[in-house]
């Protein structure tokens, strides 16, 4: 069986566009390969280093949604990243492996850097040596367990591609130690927010939670955006610039043509399509909330499913840091 190894930050409940554009892949995955999901605290912390309650209440809160939305602990090995001090030493040795330049002229580094001027000014202070380095952080948490596939979206992939130059740079060095991970491209596409985004994100104001109680589902999915052309119930719309319909074909609702065909032919209101929506959205998140809620009543087993997988992570971190000790020669 191959490793796939992938990680998520803790800094927030999951949300509709997690579920379809992420762990709906992982779970199509689960089964098929020795799969490592790492809950990456350290990274998280990197952004959020002057938050640590909001960093560790998210690690529980967001295993409980991943184990929620299906993920099943058996077949994936869920693990703290701050549990393994192994990706902390590897960062390190990494560290003199890449070049100040080579990280700032990356394509998610950048973006992120630009992100943040926006919302801090200019300052250069907002950046630091831990944000900037963080793909070399990533490139431990990757290597460290011999991951050979990494399911990602488009916007991680120059992270995987830095984690690639580091393992031949390594092996070029201290000899074939570490194995070059491939990508594994998440299929489905970015899910769009309410508001018409591209992309549903916590920051943007625009998602719905898996946990969202149905007074506020209904009161986001009221809010969504439709055909702006559309003023009067019994006028035409076009569906395909409309959210709720594109919610509605995500939702994959059985009667996708009707809802089209009647906006088209101006035999449907929008308060209706929307009701329709919220119907359908209450009852996808329902199997999902009861688990939450389980688990929010049984914190033991969700610490339990952590403390067994970080263990086995461990092992594996330690048997690559055997290697990689040997290969460096500081194998006191
Ligand atoms: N950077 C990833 C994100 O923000 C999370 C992550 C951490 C990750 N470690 C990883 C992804 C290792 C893939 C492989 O979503
Ligand atoms: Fe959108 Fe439905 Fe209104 Fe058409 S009827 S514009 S699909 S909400």
């Not at 927010?193 to 992309?199: H, P, Q, R, S, T």
């Not at 065909?261 to 009861?290: N, S, T």
Request: proline share 4%; charged share 25%; hydrophobic share 35%.
């Amino acid at each position: 069986m191959k490793t796939i190894l992938t990680g998520i930050r803790p800094t927030g409940n999951l949300h509709v566009g997690h579920f379809f554009g992420a762990v709906q892949n992982w779970k199509s995955l689960q089964g098929q390969y020795e799969f490592y999901l790492e809950i990456a605290d350290v990274q998280a912390l990197t952004d959020h280093f002057h938050d640590p309650e909001m960093v560790r209440k998210n690690v529980y809160e967001l295993t409980i949604d991943l184990l929620s939305c299906g993920i099943n602990p058996s077949q994936v090995t869920f693990f703290i990243q701050s549990k393994i001090p192994e990706i902390a030493e590897l960062t390190v040795f990494y560290s003199n492996l890449v070049t100040m330049s080579r990280l700032y002229r990356n394509p998610t580094i950048k973006t992120e850097i630009s992100q943040k001027k926006a919302i801090f000014g200019e300052k250069g202070e907002s950046v630091t040596y831990g944000f900037v380095g963080y793909p070399v952080s990533q490139a431990a948490d990757i290597t460290a367990f011999s991951g050979e596939l990494v399911p990602v979206g488009e916007d991680q992939l120059p992270l995987l591609e830095q984690c690639r130059e580091i393992v031949r740079k390594f092996n070029s060095i201290y000899g074939d130690t570490l194995i070059e991970p491939s990508h594994l491209l998440t299929t489905t596409p970015r899910v769009k927010g309410l508001d018409g985004a591209e992309k549903m994100g916590k920051s943007l104001g625009n998602a719905i939670f898996l946990n969202d109680s149905e007074d506020v589902i209904s009161k986001k999915i009221m809010g969504a955006v439709t055909d702006t052309k559309k003023i009067k119930k019994d006028d035409p719309a076009d569906p395909e610039v409309c959210m709720v319909y594109y919610y509605h074909k995500l939702m994959k609702n059985e009667n996708l043509e009707t809802v089209c065909q009647e906006c088209r032919q101006g035999k449907r209101g929008c308060v209706a399509c929307k009701r329709e929506l919220i119907e359908k959205m209450l009852a996808f998140l329902k199997p999902i909330q009861e688990k939450q809620a389980y688990f929010h009543e049984h914190p033991e087993e969700v610490e339990k499913i952590l403390e067994e997988g970080t263990n086995k992570a461990s092992l594996k971190a330690k048997d690559t840091m055997i290697r990689v000790r040997k290969s460096m020669k500081i194998d006191y």
